[in-house]
């Protein structure tokens, strides 16, 4: 089965350098999510959106932003990077049909140095 | 606002044990999911609950959806090596089921299995 496909896996940037994680979502998926998680910490909720409109907001910097495109994919994009942006950084989806039950990406691995 | 505490935070169990996993809410949850994160991968969906009193049951797992739909529990019995993993609870608010409010992750449970 298709699952959530997240790019690119791994990330290395300077600090105030800017930079774009992508997700796809599984096909026929209405809501993306976005989570940010340190070491040793739970999935912290970013942004969703639900239907490419903005749904919800949770602890995004203003720094970030975020944008579901026509085809469900969604961009988050992460400027003036700072050292304690270096997280994993999950994209998850979910249908409505399916009650919301929230499939997770691979991730992706931001380290800033 | 809607704060979710999971309990313990490291669970160690011998192999062939059983062990509880708790989820406590400071507001009234329209529904509760559970994952489970293996080291070094992503949360995967294991199940869940929407209604009061819920009890659901996958194999060795059973899981608890409380009476006020405040607390919920993550019950594996005859713990295997394969159970090795952080177990997170992630409650929903809002007042319908089907609410789309966002999901609040537990700090999660991390269990450790000793042969």
């Known amino acids: 089965a298709a699952g959530v496909i997240q790019s690119p896996r791994h990330l290395i940037k300077e600090k105030r350098e800017t930079a774009t994680l992508k997700c796809y979502p599984i096909?026929?998926?209405?809501?993306v999510y976005w989570y940010q998680q340190g070491p040793g910490q739970d999935p912290q909720f970013l942004i969703s959106f639900y239907e490419k409109m903005q749904s919800d907001k949770g602890s995004i910097p203003d720094r970030f932003s975020a944008q579901q495109f026509s085809d469900y994919h969604s961009e988050l994009n992460m400027s003036s990077l700072e050292l304690g942006d270096s997280a994993l950084y999950f994209c998850a989806s979910s249908s409505t049909e399916f009650h919301y039950e929230q499939y997770f990406g691979p991730g992706t691995r931001l380290t800033v140095t | 606002g809607q704060q979710v505490m999971q309990i313990p935070q490291y669970q160690h169990v011998q192999e062939g044990e059983d062990f509880t996993t708790y989820c406590n809410s400071s507001?009234?949850?329209?529904?509760i999911q559970w994952y489970k994160q293996r080291p070094g991968g992503h949360p995967v969906f294991l199940i869940q609950l929407v209604k009061s009193g819920e009890v659901k049951k996958q194999k060795r797992l059973t899981f608890q959806f409380g009476e006020a739909k405040k607390n919920s529990s993550l019950h594996i019995t005859a713990t295997q090596t394969t159970d090795v993993g952080t177990y997170f609870c992630?409650?929903?608010?809002?007042?319908?089921?089907?609410?789309?409010?966002?999901?609040?992750f537990g700090a999660g449970t991390q269990v450790v299995v000793t042969p």
């Open positions: 507001t009234t949850l329209s529904n």
């Open positions: 096909p026929r998926h209405d809501t």
């Open positions: 992630a409650g929903r608010g809002g007042t319908t089921t089907d609410s789309w409010g966002k999901l609040q």
